[in-house]
């Protein structure tokens, strides 16, 4: 049960991450989690912050355990990313593209993941699915007048880039 005291330890951990003070930030959250193990906020600030301090084998499973135990959208969303751009980062292009279509069957909207999916597809070499799905990007969010006068055209490009059964879907 998270009680005010739990919310201003977990805000003075939050104020103590953004200044720097990573390991005491880590304090605060290992101390909050053994009062309250099954929070999903508290294992999500603990992946943030040990993901600070370069922990990343550790930020991830925190951020998944945070993942199984319910996270609201945005932290959610910010979840999948921080998941994803850890292996990205390290240059696990494949892992964060596998990572990036787990954040899309939970989050099919999230044009964030979209993106990153693109990329980590260009880096693996997988060009003609990593353009696909970026023009379906910029299709689906465009405002440009022109683009959407001629979407029918793009789209048949967009058809001959990648075989219908072999497209990712994203």
């Not at 005010?4 to 990573?22: D, H, P, S, Y």
């Not at 910010?78 to 292009?93: D, H, K, P, S």
């Not at 299709?139 to 793009?154: A, G, V």
């Amino acid at each position: 049960m998270i009680t005010l005291k739990t919310i201003m330890t977990l805000v003075q951990a939050i104020e103590f991450r953004n200044a720097g003070f990573l390991k005491e930030s880590r304090d605060i959250l290992e101390n909050l989690l053994t009062e309250a193990p099954e929070d999903a906020m508290l294992h999500y600030h603990l992946g943030v912050t040990i993901g600070r301090l370069g922990e990343h084998r550790a930020a991830i499973a925190s951020y998944r355990h945070a993942l199984e135990l319910g996270l609201p959208d945005e932290n959610e969303a910010q979840a999948l990313l921080a998941i994803a751009t850890t292996f990205r980062a390290r240059g696990r292009y494949f892992e964060a593209a596998r990572e990036l279509r787990r954040g899309l069957l939970r989050r099919p909207g999230d044009d964030a993941l979209r993106a990153l999916l693109a990329l980590c597809l260009n880096k693996l070499g997988m060009y003609d699915d990593a353009l696909h799905i970026a023009m379906q990007l910029l299709l689906s969010t465009t405002n440009s007048r022109s683009l959407l006068e001629h979407s029918s055209l793009l789209s048949i490009y967009m058809e001959e880039l990648v075989d219908q059964e072999d497209a990712v879907t994203a």
